[in-house]
């Protein structure tokens, strides 16, 4: 199962990476997009926006609840990410094909030296795309679209595995479903409490 | 600080905005955010392979994400603030329909003015609690 998963992602990387220096836009756009601070910057621009977004109180309750359970679960998922990579190792595809290092990696992106598996990058912005997603419905589909192109892009460099960004995507979906529906209800409970200290002292 | 003119200026945000002119901040806000970028991206080869020269790690980012929003966002506040009490002198304010907290305040005033209201608020907080007491 897992020789027919390397097989499968080995092709579609021989295959995408055929593609690399066909179109100079293309290229371009894949750089852009494959950055380490295009879309990671431009996710947290947009959350900063949906923070301030909405007509009423209740939905500006809404859009916050849904900015600050992406914030939570991109931290916790990138715990699940570093912990993954201790245990499960394989090398990138640049690392397997090295034929593909210098006229694909190097002029797209450059070798990475962090554990592909899972794909940190895919598990950061499915994670955000997700996070909002449970409480913004709206938001958290234009979302995905920089959560989709941005670990295409690092697939278009040779960077990850397909396996790698699907591994991330799923990892960051489930973390921040945990985030909403059971780290941020039980959030209510130290928060109540130190409400309460704070209220008890000032009345004190 | 050219997004959050955007958001000011999206939301209604009038006590955070520099310019009083819808379509003049959404033009100068968005024209701000591109050059960033364009600067950030042109300045320097960002694909380096030797990432510390020219890069930042992940958490090197966040941190400085963190940071200049945090400074972008007391300039602002600071400024617009100056600006209303200098230059525009409130005679645009108008008076909101409901008690208002938080950010949300600056639809119609400015942040020191929020700031003031928040402290009066609180006074009378404690004013009523000790009367009670």
């Known amino acids: ?204 | 600080m050219g997004m959050l003119q955007l958001i000011a200026t999206c939301n209604q945000l009038k006590g955070m905005l520099f310019i009083r002119n819808k379509p003049i901040t959404l033009v100068l806000s968005i024209a701000a955010i591109v050059f960033a970028f364009w600067w950030f991206f042109y300045r320097d080869s960002r694909l380096d392979t030797v990432m510390r020269r020219t890069g930042l790690e992940g958490a090197e980012q966040f941190a400085v994400f963190c940071w200049t929003t945090f400074t972008a966002l007391v300039v602002t506040l600071v400024l617009s603030s100056l600006l209303q009490m200098f230059v525009y002198r409130r005679n645009a304010r108008g008076e909101p329909e409901e008690r208002i907290e938080g950010a949300y305040q600056l639809r119609y005033m400015s942040w020191f003015e929020a700031l003031r209201e928040a402290f009066r608020r609180r006074d009378e907080s404690d004013a009523g609690t000790r009367h009670s007491g």
């Open chain 1, 1 to 204: 199962m897992l020789e027919l998963v390397i097989q499968v992602d080995q092709s579609i990387i021989l295959w995408v990476s055929h593609l690399v220096g066909k179109s100079a836009i293309l290229d371009r756009i894949m750089i852009l997009l494959a950055s380490d601070y295009f879309i990671p910057v431009s996710i947290s621009f947009i959350l900063l926006y949906i923070w301030f977004m909405g007509r009423d109180f209740a939905e500006r309750d809404k859009n916050q609840k849904a900015t600050v359970c992406a914030a939570i679960t991109i931290g916790i998922a990138m715990g699940f990410v570093l912990i993954t990579n201790s245990i499960w190792r394989h090398p990138h595809p640049f690392q397997d094909m090295p034929q593909l290092l210098d006229p694909v990696t190097k002029y797209i992106f450059y070798p990475i030296h962090d554990p592909p598996f899972p794909s940190n990058s895919s598990c950061l912005t499915f994670a955000t795309a997700a996070g909002v997603w449970q409480f913004n419905r709206k938001w958290g589909l234009i979302l995905l679209v920089p959560a989709i192109l941005m670990p295409l892009a690092k697939v278009y460099a040779a960077v990850y595995y397909p396996s790698d960004i699907i591994g991330g995507a799923i990892l960051g979906i489930l973390t921040a479903y945990f985030t909403s529906k059971i780290f941020m209800p039980a959030l209510h409970v130290p928060v109540a409490i130190g409400v309460w200290v704070l209220r008890t002292l000032r009345v004190g």
